[in-house]
């Protein structure tokens, strides 16, 4: 059974940082594209990001240049490193797989002043 546990999230002041992370269980996050999606008010789930399984990133033309996507293999685990946050990345985020196969709870993540 596939879970993902994503965590890391929290209120931030534009301009700052949160680095996200999600630990998957019952599939490898190493052989599958991993990717961050987000859900923010009033808006449908959309991809953010993602790392294949030779380590190729891509990044939603939004977040490109200030979110970086990572895996560490030895904990099964992918993250989301957000820096330069505005109020319009204010979401819940979740993690899966490209595509989607399952999904967690997600982390909130609130930029405002």
């Known amino acids: 059974q596939v879970q993902l546990v994503e965590s890391g999230g929290g209120l931030v002041q534009p301009g700052g940082s949160l680095r996200l992370s999600c630990a998957a269980s019952?599939?490898?996050?190493?052989?599958?594209?991993m990717g961050w999606y987000r859900r923010s008010p009033g808006k449908e789930r959309e991809w953010v990001a993602h790392?294949?399984?030779?380590?190729?990133?891509k990044y939603a033309d939004s977040v490109k240049g200030r979110f970086t996507i990572s895996r560490d293999r030895a904990k099964n685990t992918v993250s989301l490193q957000m820096n330069s946050l505005k109020p319009e990345d204010t979401a819940i985020y979740y993690c899966?797989?490209?595509?989607?196969?399952?999904w967690g709870q997600g982390t909130q993540v609130t930029v405002s002043s």
């Open positions: 790392i294949t399984s030779i380590g190729f990133t």
């Open positions: 899966s797989t490209v595509p989607a196969s399952a």
């Open positions: 019952g599939i490898s996050a190493s052989i599958n594209t």
